[in-house]
């Protein structure tokens, strides 16, 4: 089973509208991390925002808000009167909590296109 | 300016010419790793490094080879290139392991095409 689902294909939304991107994740650990990155046209990864398992408040940052569903292992990011330089790709990621000396890796899901109409 | 760099950015070459992808972190961070980006995969890890010294496999780890004789330096090495390692590569580095330590940093990226 993927640990981290991305569903959406691609994405449209309206300047300065709000928009949902949904991420679904898999794990049985009790600490995990959630994350978000942006991927713009150029290439590289930008963190956005971070959300931890036993954090009992939504993560926000700026007009990035995570909408996090422990129970039903959701973790959507809500972008906030979008802009043009929004188009980009968007990652969901996910940190499990190893045993002690093991790997800490990042699993990506596979990434929604968010394009953002003038 | 804490930050992550990869070199070189962009690089064409050919079949068997052995290569190596550098990176370098100036955040003194004991996690670093390698990830590659192919359309429609997402990220996958290739291998990392708890500390200096200490380096295992990640998910995708045929083909390639790492070393951290220092802690800043986490050099990518693809002794026998070939044309399915052709991607987009990032290089991350993080304080620890741990799941608190977060986030990962990204290097820019490097952008390999084996011909």
């Known amino acids: 089973a993927q640990k981290i689902t991305q569903t959406q294909p691609g994405m449209f939304v309206q300047e300065k509208e709000a928009v949902t991107l949904d991420c679904t994740y898999d794990?049985?650990?009790?600490?995990?991390?959630l994350f978000w990155y942006k991927q713009p046209s150029s290439g590289e990864m930008i963190f956005l925002i971070y959300?931890?398992?036993?954090?009992?408040q939504n993560a926000t940052e700026g007009r990035y808000s995570l909408n996090f569903q422990k129970a039903r292992k959701s973790a959507n990011l809500v972008i906030s009167a979008s802009q043009l330089g929004d188009s980009a790709m968007y990652f969901c990621?996910?940190?499990?909590?190893?045993?002690?000396?093991?790997?800490?890796?990042?699993?990506f899901g596979k990434g929604i296109t968010l394009s953002v109409r003038p | 300016e804490a930050q992550v760099t990869q070199n070189p950015r962009y690089l064409i070459t050919v079949t068997g010419k052995k290569l190596t992808v550098t990176c370098s972190q100036n955040?003194?961070?004991?996690?670093m790793s390698w990830y590659r980006q192919d359309p429609g995969l997402g990220l996958r890890q290739i291998y990392y490094?708890?500390?200096?010294?200490?380096?295992d496999k990640g998910d995708v780890p045929e083909g390639y080879k790492v070393s951290r004789k220092e802690k800043r330096n986490f050099p990518l090495i693809l002794e026998s290139p070939s044309p399915n390692q052709t991607s987009l590569y990032f290089c991350?580095?993080?304080?620890?392991?741990?799941?608190?330590?977060?986030?990962?940093?990204f290097g820019d990226g490097t952008r390999l095409s084996i011909l």
């Open positions: 991350a580095s993080s304080r620890t392991g741990n799941v608190e330590d977060q986030p990962q940093h």
């Open positions: 794990t049985s650990d009790q600490s995990y991390g």
């Open positions: 959300q931890g398992s036993y954090d009992e």
């Open positions: 990621a996910m940190r499990e909590a190893p045993p002690t000396g093991a790997n800490s890796k990042l699993t």
């Open positions: 955040m003194n961070h004991e996690y």
């Open positions: 490094s708890m500390n200096v010294e200490v380096t």
